[in-house]
């Protein structure tokens, strides 16, 4: 499968919270990292998504925000990722900075060069990826 997204985590479904319409999925990544998505009911029968199943979850850079490790605030954003800055590419604008998470897993944001520097994300730091359970998308291997 060949997608724009610059994130793409292999894993299986760890548990589904089905609600009215939607369903919490949690992912269960390499290592022990997790990913929650929110997706459709329908979406979860048609992609047959069931406990211990193989998914896989796409997530756009631009779709990751960054913050410090230390910042005190409490988020509605389920997937809160720790993790320490591996890479920072920067452009003239933005910069791809790219976190290893505990379990091996690597998640990379695009944001602004300001970003950065206020942020203070050089290789080494720790940081925190947010990421809307909404903006996590869900497939399965054909």
Same mark, same amino acid.
Do not use: C, N, S, T
């Given at each position: 499968m060949k997608v724009s997204a610059r994130n793409r985590f292999n894993g299986r479904v760890a548990s589904i919270v089905p609600g009215a319409v939607n369903a919490l999925v949690e992912v269960a990544l390499a290592g022990g990292d997790r990913l929650v998505a929110v997706v459709t009911l329908d979406s979860i029968a048609s992609l047959g998504l069931a406990e211990g199943g193989e998914v896989v =979850? @796409?997530?756009? !850079?631009?779709?990751? *925000? @960054? *913050? =410090? !490790?230390?910042?005190?605030l409490k988020l509605s954003a389920r997937n809160? @990722?720790?993790? #320490? #800055?591996r890479a920072v590419q920067s452009g003239p604008v933005n910069a791809e900075v790219s976190l290893q998470l505990p379990g091996g897993s690597l998640i990379t944001a695009l944001v602004t060069r300001e970003a950065v520097a206020e942020l203070g994300l050089t290789p080494g730091a720790e940081a925190v !990826?947010?990421?809307?359970s909404s903006q996590v998308i869900l497939g399965v291997p054909a």
């Open positions: =979850a @796409l997530v756009k !850079a631009p779709w990751v *925000m @960054l *913050m =410090a !490790a230390d910042e005190p809160q @990722l720790r993790g #320490v #800055v !990826a947010v990421v809307k």
